[in-house]
């Protein structure tokens, strides 16, 4: 009787010693040395701001913002400000991509339109929550990269294509959510028509002074809130002939 607590002792060793490692786990952290730091990010500048859906949270959590940004820029990736990525163009602040996922009421099984893919990274944020994203970027080369790393990356739920979304994506419309990210001195027309009911859209109108608008399409009309002051880039036109 007194060999079995040392059978125990010795079965216990042996499955400590032989248990397989926690799967993947280890690899994980050690390909993506910047989890910390947007651990650290989603926590001081989305969460502490008021931004309370989980959904958005976790993706924002998610998406590799490093990869977004120059590789000069990585070390900042995570950082409270827009970066340049070339073309004059910008990578949007991390709150404010935060913002208008959760005021775009994004959510599973959502059709998401974006104007202004820029890097691609507001787009990876949508496709982790919404069903399809399709995203319009009016210059091609920013457009072809930021297509190849969302395919790269695995984002098989994001559509990009290059041209002037003033108009929209009449092919794919309604939508239940419009997120434009540069800024029209007018709401587009187009987008609105191609808004689901119940559809919202959140996009930066003006010029120089913008403020961020929330609009929503309900069965009685259109609701307009106004509900910050911000600066984007400015929406340019590929023609003159629009309104
Ligand atoms: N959402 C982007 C940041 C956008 S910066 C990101 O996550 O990185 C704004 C982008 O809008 C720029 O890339 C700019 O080229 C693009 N843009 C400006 N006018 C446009 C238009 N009419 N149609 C489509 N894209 C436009």
Redesign the pocket.
């Known amino acids: 009787m007194t060999a079995r607590p040392l059978h125990l002792l010795l079965l216990l060793g042996c499955v400590l010693a032989c248990r397989p490692n926690p799967p993947q786990a280890r690899p994980t952290k050690a390909r993506d040395p910047y989890a910390r730091e947007r651990a650290q990010m989603v926590r001081e500048q989305l969460h502490a701001r008021g931004i309370r859906n989980d959904a958005v949270l976790d993706a924002v959590r998610r998406v590799p913002r490093h990869l977004?940004v120059p590789p000069e820029s990585q070390g900042q990736a995570y950082a409270d400000h827009p970066l340049p990525?070339g073309?004059e163009?910008?990578?949007?602040q991390p709150y404010i991509?935060g913002y208008m996922t959760e005021a775009a009421r994004v959510s599973a099984g959502s059709r998401v339109l974006?104007?202004?893919?820029?890097?691609?990274?507001?787009?990876a944020v949508l496709a982790e929550i919404a069903g399809e994203v399709y995203s319009?970027?009016?210059?091609p080369e920013?457009a072809e990269r930021a297509r190849a790393l969302l395919a790269e990356l695995g984002y098989r739920n994001v559509h990009v294509r290059a041209?002037?979304?003033?108009a929209g994506w009449r092919e794919h419309a309604p939508f239940d959510a419009i997120l434009v990210?540069?800024a029209p001195d007018h709401v587009p027309p187009a987008l609105v028509e191609q808004l689901a009911v119940n559809g919202r859209m959140v996009i930066p109108v003006g010029t120089g002074e913008q403020e961020m608008r929330v609009i929503t399409k309900t069965p009685a009309g259109v609701v307009e809130e106004r509900t910050m002051d911000v600066r984007?880039?400015?929406?340019?036109?590929?023609d003159t002939t629009g309104p």
């Open positions: 977004f990525i073309f163009q910008t990578i949007s991509v974006e104007i202004g893919t820029g890097s691609g990274y507001q787009a319009i970027e009016i210059v920013l041209g002037d979304g003033y990210t540069a984007f880039v400015p929406l340019v036109r590929s």
